[in-house]
Every structure is written in C-alpha cells, then in structure tokens.
C-alpha cells in the first residue's frame, strides 16, 4: 500500500513540479517548497515509526501554508490560515491518541511493527473508544469528511493549480492512509466495533460532497467536492474491510479498493486540477459561465479534461472503475444498503462533470476565449504520463493489485475473526 | 566545614557580577561594553563548574540546597538564557551612560533565580524569589527617561510588592504550621500530619507569591507590560529567567505533598488551564509584536504548570517541565533577540514583507514563532510532546485536550504575525543594530532546530531522575 501510494504521489510531484505556474518572481522558493513538501510526503508515507510519521503529517502543514499562501490568489491569506488551524486541530487530536495508544502499551515504543503486533488497546471501553476518536476526527479533517470538509473548497480555490493538485493528490491521501495504517491496524477491535458509525459518515460526505459539488458554479470548487466525494468511497472501503462482519474475500476486496481508489484519485484529481491551473493561467477566471466552446479552439485540453473527467465518475475501463467497483462489490457483502446509497453518489457525480464539460467545451464560444490557447508541448506531455497510467489502471489492473496486496499481507487482516 | 565546593557556580556568578560593577564604575563609556564579555567569561566558568556536578542526587548545606537533575539542568538553562541576553544586549545598551552595571544586575537576577532552582529550604526560596524580583525592578525600568519603560517597571514593581508579600505571609504560615524551614522535614510533616486550614492558606499565599515570578495567573499582569515596554533585552531576561528558577521552586514544593491529602496537584491543573487560556484570549487581537509576546509567555506558563500539576503522578513530569523550559527559553529568546536587532520594532504593520527585506531576521522570527506553537521538528514541539505525555500517564487527559484547544487558538495569532512577513510588500529595509545583536539573533533558531533534532542528548539523563527531597 505505502509503495503504491509513495510512487503515485512522486509521480504527481513530478508532473506538478513542470506544470507552468504563476512564481510571481519567486521561482526558487516556489520550487524549494515543492521538493520540500514532497520529501515530506514520502517520507510519511514510507516511515514506520509513529512519532516521525507525525512530524511530517505536521510538516506537510507548512510547507501547504506557505505554497497557499504566497503563490495563491485571491484571499489567499485567509485560506491559508484557515487551512493550517483546521489541519493542526487535527493533528493534534492525532498526537492526543498517538500518546494515548503508546502509554496503553507495556513498553514506551513507536515503533508502528511492535504496536500492529501488540494492539494496546483493545475492546469498546472509554479509554480506547476516546482513543479511536482522536485518530478518527484528526484524520477525517485531513482527509475530509463532511462535516470536517469546510477548510478544503476554500483552500483549494485559492491555491495555485499545481499545489492544489499536490493537495487533493498527496496530502489528502495521508488521511485516508493514516488511518489504514494506525487505528485500522493498531486497534483492530475497536475500530471493528465502531466501523458502521465511521461507514455512515463516509457515506455522508459520498452524497454531501457529490450534490454540493453540483451546485458549484466556480469550476475548482466544484472539483474540490468531488474530493470529498471520492475521498467518502475510500473511507467507506476502509469502514467495511475493518468491520468484523462479512468474509475475508469481501473485505479484502473492500480495502483492495480503497487503496486503489488513493491511488486512482491522486491521478485523476491530480490530472483536473493541474488542467483547472491551466484555465487560471489562461484566463484568470475559474467561474464556469466564463467558458463555453472551448472544443473549438483547444482540443487537446478538451481530450485530456474529458478523460479525466470520465476516470473520475468511474467510467469502465478507467482507473476510477476499477477502484469504486472493488469498493462497492466489497461493500455490498458487508453493509448492503449503504452501498446501495452510495451508488446514488455515483450518478450525482457523472451528471456534474457532465453537465461542467458541456459548459466548457460546447455550445457557442465565448467572445473574450477567443484567442484560448491550447495546452503546450509540456502540459501535453505530462498530462499524457497522468492519463495513461489511468487508462493502463482501468484496462489492466492486474499489477497495481498485485503490489497493493504484498503490501497489504503486512497488514494482518486474518488477525479479527470473522 | 561548609562545602562551599557545591555553590561554586553561584559564587562564580556573584563574583563576576561584582568584578563588572567595579570596572564600570571606572571605565570611560566607550569602554564600558567590555562588562560583556566579562559577564560572559563568568557564566562560562560557571556553567562548566555546573556541568561538573551533573549526575550527583544529593541535598547540601544542611538540607537546604538540593543538588539534583531539575537543579543542575535548571541552573545550566539560566545560566544559558543570560549568557544570550548578554549578547543580544551591548548593542541597544551602547550609548547608555549606566552600560556596564546592566550586566552586573543582570547577573544578580540569574543568581536569584539559580536559588529558587535549587533552593530546598524556604527561607532560601524566599531570599531567591526577592532577589530576582528586586534587580527585575530595575531591568524593566532601565530607561529612566523613557515614559513605557518607567511604565513597565512600575507596574512589574506594584505586582511584585503585593505577590512577594503574599509568598513571605505564606511561607511564615507553612513554617509555622509544618515547624521546620527546610524541605525535608516540611515533607515528613506533611506526610504524618493532616493538612490544616492555615496551612492550606500558607500554600495557596506561596503559589500566589510564585506565580508572580512564573508569569502565571492570578500576578501576570506585568508580563504583557513588560514585554512591551521594558529594554527589549531585559523583557527577553524577565520573560524567561525567572519562569526557569520559578517554575522549578514550584515543582519541588508541589512534590513535597504526598498524592492522597490536600488537592494541591488538581489546583495547580485549574491554575494552569486558566492562565494558558487567559493567556491565548488576551494574545488573539494584539497589534504588538511584543506585547503579543508577552501574553503568549503568559500562556506558556500555563503548559508549565501543566507538568507541574503531575509532578509525583508521573515519572515523565520532570523531565517534561526542563524540555519544555528549555524549548520555550530558545524560542522566546531568539524571538525577542531577532525585535532586538531589528531596533526593539514591534509594530505589526511595520513587520509587513519582512522576508524578502530583511531575510534573516524574518526566520528567526518565524521559526520562534513556530516553536513556541510546537512544529516539528522545532525544539517547542518535542517539550509539548513531553507535556502532554506526562500529563496523560498522571491522569489529566482533560489538562491535555485543553491544551490542545489553546495550542490550536495560539496558532491563530501567531500567523497574524508571521503572513503579513512572508506575504505581504515590504515598504522600506528597515534598520538593525550591530555585531553583537546580529550574533544572537542568527543563533537563536540555530539553536531551536538544533536542539530539537539533539534534544535525546539531553532528554536520556534526565529520564528517572526524582525531585528531592523524596
């Protein structure tokens, strides 16, 4: 799982790094936080001891303050702070629980191998019910999910494209992968007793994320929800494979997906919203009455937008299919009438991307997008990397499946009865 | 025989302090500068006489000087906090006709608070509170013609007269009521005796007297005076010093009661919930890069106290309450020595794209700032961490959400100070002092980044080590 995660998100570095941004005359520092941010993420990803993964979940702060900040636009300020309170509220709450499952363990250890092996905290009383919340509500901040989404809209509006793809690629997933990795191992038990409530919130954010995002009128915002929306599945994934009802195959299909999902999501949500800081070069605007007619004269923008776009709402074939398809075939097996809600989230989100292609690329051209030009030799090439792995993921899953489940035996499913 | 050999780093300090307050007396003013150097050949020596006694558990001079992990690293930590102060000063000082005394009193202060770090008797803790408090009058107040600075020492002076009152009022009633001045008797009292009404008021009146010296609710008033008004070196010295020796005074006397009679611990937790959120409320809005300061010292007082409040409950408490002193010392220092080198500015306005005018001075800022909020991997991060485990495995889960909800809201305004710095246009470069101050402010958050990344060095020895008496 850290594998498949770490090399997508240094891929979605790579491709943010050489996407054409706005430095406002600080190229260098814009590019040392970048490389900063991505030692971070990888760092977070690939480390083993609690305490280091903590201090780059809080790292990662930084480094998006700064990027949201000095390179964004508009209220830039305010989006920034927002994000970094809201964000270190939870990160706290996590370190609160990181200690709280440590003092809970013979030995004072980090060490993620001793405490999976150990599980400290066991069964549903105040202490590991508190415990479990902490992570739950420090994660679900980051991640987001409704009712904790609030920081994100804004701070990806204002954030330049690249970072906003970084944001919605890499740094949500640290949620979603923190908990698989923490209180879905560390605490099988109680994360068991308390899967449904956590797959009922999953579930919120699924339908909360997909019909706010159709009432977007700014195409980042709407974009932005659609995170939401899909960062929901995964969780919903997780909920399900933690839950210690249904069968081993069905879970282990549940958190094939959700793993799959983080990696098909960076991807996907990577690839629009480089495309969005695209628009925002370009233009300056991201209101969708702004644009109409584009097909006309920026075909290549429109292939790759249309791709994306397709990826994201699970079209077979594409990456998004095969992640949400493991998600609610595992689903199904395990919590069948959430899984039946869901999908309606599914049909939600096809008819907004519909609807926000239709606006762009159809209809009559828009008289001041004349002179839109079309994406360059760089954006081509980089976006192309992006979508291909997508397609590749969709038509040929086999080997990404292969390498989530090695990394999954190190996540000892078996260990729950059930 | 007295053994004198285990107060050298304090007869060290003393003697240095008078050989400065001779050589001012007689050097001319463009040599007066050189007390600081002096100054810091004396807290040198006796920083390495402290480091000698290192790993030694053991009460001296009848019981009434206490020789142990908090003490010597309480000490060693005062004696670094001046020994900065020292060279952030000789610039702003400069043209100053009483130059050279301020070091001498500068040392003096750190002496009283070396005795309140180590004292284990109380008239000792006394004698040491009323030292420090009496050379911290005239360090706030050092520039007589300057109305905020003669504002400062006044209000510190009026707050400090009613506090000490109170401490001595209490200390009488505790001596009275345990019959012994030093702690070890003071302890086995408390522990055969049960607790009397008077007594309870003596220790009420000695915390109220100590909380003076911390900066902690309910005599904190002075701190965002102070730090606002005050020489910016003597408001960096009187934010820091006297929290390391007050907040070390008060761990011990915590310790001396046994856990199951007189809720002295659970009191000590609603003093720090309070002044950590008195603290943060009063900072939110603060247009005052200095006064923002002061109350955010008001704050960490209130995350000291934290570990204070669990000293006896866990073992990780005193080990938390140095690295935590220790985190908050750097951060604030080199804080306050970045405003110093930048001629005392602390206007938020006029710190306005402070990183592309003044580039050094903007991240020492920022990462004290940062370090004072408790960011990874800053020096303040690894004393919160601390905090919050100790106070966790004593069984104040609640001390520590609250902690976290103020860690959260004191973020809010540090940011206030650090966006306008990194995102806003600077107008003009504004002007620094010299050699001197420009030294201390590139070192602070070398330090800062240093120790958290070194701080196992200092961490490892002090883990099981006991207050004494116990």
């Not at chain 1, 709402?313 to 069948?336: C, H, K, R, S, W």
Request: glycine share 10%; charged share 10%; aromatic share 10%.
């Amino acid at each position: 799982m850290a594998l498949a995660i770490s090399l997508m998100s240094g891929l979605l570095f790579l491709c943010a790094l050489a996407w054409p941004a706005d430095y406002k005359g600080r190229a260098r520092q814009y590019y040392a936080w970048f490389l900063f941010l991505q030692g971070v993420s990888l760092g977070l990803f690939l480390t083993l001891d609690l305490l280091v993964f903590y201090v780059f979940f809080d790292l990662s702060l930084v480094g998006m303050y700064f990027l949201i900040g000095r390179w964004g636009h508009g209220d830039a300020e305010y989006a920034a702070l927002k994000f970094f309170i809201y964000t270190l509220a939870g990160s706290l709450a996590i370190l609160l629980a990181i200690l709280g499952l440590v003092l809970a363990n013979d030995t004072l250890t980090f060490d993620m191998r001793e405490l999976i092996a150990a599980q400290p905290l066991q069964g549903v009383d105040v202490r590991s019910s508190l415990v479990l919340l902490g992570f739950l509500v420090g994660f679900a901040i980051k991640t987001p999910l409704v009712p904790f989404h609030t920081w994100l809209p804004l701070a990806h509006v204002e954030a330049p494209g690249p970072a906003s793809a970084i944001l919605a690629g890499v740094l949500l997933k640290m949620g979603t992968y923190g908990i698989v990795r923490i209180p879905f191992s560390m605490m099988r038990e109680t994360f068991a007793a308390y899967a449904l409530p956590l797959a009922i919130v999953a579930l919120m954010s699924i339908l909360w994320g997909a019909i706010v995002a159709l009432g977007q009128t700014n195409l980042k915002r709407r974009i932005a929800y659609t995170s939401v929306n899909h960062m929901g599945y995964t969780v919903l994934g997780i909920a399900a494979a933690g839950a210690a009802i249904g069968g081993d195959a069905a879970r282990t299909l549940a958190l094939n997906g959700a793993i799959t999902e983080m990696v098909a999501h960076g991807l996907i949500t990577g690839a629009l919203f480089l495309m969005a800081g695209s628009f925002w070069q370009r233009t300056g605007t991201y209101e969708l009455s702004a644009y109409g007619g584009l097909a006309r004269v920026a075909p290549k923008l429109m292939i790759g937008f249309f791709l994306a776009a397709f990826a994201s709402f699970g079209l077979p074939a594409l990456a998004g299919f095969v992640a949400e398809f493991q998600i609610f075939a595992g689903t199904f097996a395990i919590y069948p009438w959430l899984a039946a809600i869901g999908l309606i989230g599914i049909l939600i989100t096809a008819a907004l991307f519909l609807s926000m292609l239709q606006k762009i690329f159809f209809g009559d051209l828009v008289d001041q997008r004349q002179g839109f030009a079309d994406l360059n030799r760089t954006e081509v090439g980089f976006l192309a990397l992006l979508l291909v792995l997508v397609v590749l993921i969709g038509i040929y899953p086999g080997w990404l499946l292969t390498m989530i489940e090695t990394g999954s035996a190190f996540l000892p499913l078996q260990g729950t009865e059930g | 025989m007295m053994p004198l050999g285990d107060i050298l780093p304090e007869i060290t300090v003393i003697v240095t302090a008078v050989a400065i307050l001779l050589f001012a007396t007689f050097a001319p003013q463009r040599l007066q500068w050189i007390g600081a150097p002096i100054a810091l050949c004396g807290l040198g020596c006796a920083a390495f006489l402290c480091g000698l006694q290192i790993g030694s558990e053991r009460l001296t001079f009848t019981g009434s000087w206490a020789l142990d992990a908090a003490s010597i690293w309480g000490r060693l930590l005062i004696l670094g906090a001046t020994a900065f102060v020292v060279v952030m000063s000789p610039d702003w000082f400069e043209r100053d006709r009483r130059h050279g005394e301020y070091y001498a009193i500068l040392l003096f202060s750190a002496l009283g608070a070396m005795a309140m770090a180590g004292a284990a008797d109380m008239l000792q803790l006394v004698i040491g509170a009323l030292l420090s408090s009496a050379t911290g009058y005239v360090l706030a107040a050092y520039h007589r013609d300057w109305a905020l600075s003669v504002e400062a020492g006044m209000k510190f002076f009026l707050i400090g007269a009613l506090a000490n009152t109170s401490l001595m009022l209490g200390a009488i009633m505790m001596v009275g009521m345990l019959g012994d001045t030093g702690f070890t008797g003071m302890s086995a009292a408390l522990a055969s005796g049960k607790p009397s009404p008077v007594l309870l008021l003596g220790t009420v009146l000695v915390m109220v007297g100590l909380s003076y010296k911390l900066g902690a609710a309910p005599a904190h008033a002075w701190m965002p005076d102070v730090a606002e008004g005050a020489p910016a070196p003597s408001a960096a010295f009187l934010t820091v010093v006297p929290k390391i020796g007050a907040a070390i005074m008060l761990a011990r006397l915590v310790s001396l009661f046994p856990l199951d009679t007189a809720a002295i611990r659970p009191l000590v937790a609603a003093l720090a919930l309070i002044t950590m959120t008195i603290g943060n409320l009063a900072a939110l809005w603060q247009d005052d890069l200095r006064r923002m300061l002061g109350w955010s010292s008001v704050s960490q007082s209130g995350y000291a106290l934290m570990a204070i409040s669990v000293v006896g409950l866990s073992p990780a408490a005193m080990p938390a309450l140095i690295i935590f002193l220790l985190g908050y010392s750097t951060a604030n220092l080199a804080t306050f020595a970045a405003i110093t080198h930048l001629r005392g500015r602390t206007d938020r306005a006029d710190f306005s794209g402070l990183v592309s005018s003044r580039p050094l001075e903007a991240i020492a800022i920022i990462i004290g700032l940062l370090s004072l909020v408790g960011i990874p991997p800053l020096i303040g991060f690894v004393g919160k961490l601390e905090l919050f485990l100790a106070t966790i495995e004593g069984g104040y889960t609640w001390l520590a959400v609250a902690a976290v909800a103020n860690t959260v809201a004191s973020l809010f305004y540090y940011l206030r100070f650090i966006a306008p710095m990194v995102f806003a246009k600077s107008s003009s470069v504004p002007a620094t002092l010299g050699a001197w101050s420009g030294a201390a402010m590139v070192s602070g958050p070398i330090a800062i980044v240093l120790l958290g990344l070194l701080v196992n060095v200092i961490l490892a020895p002090l883990i099981g080590t006991e207050l004494l008496p116990s």
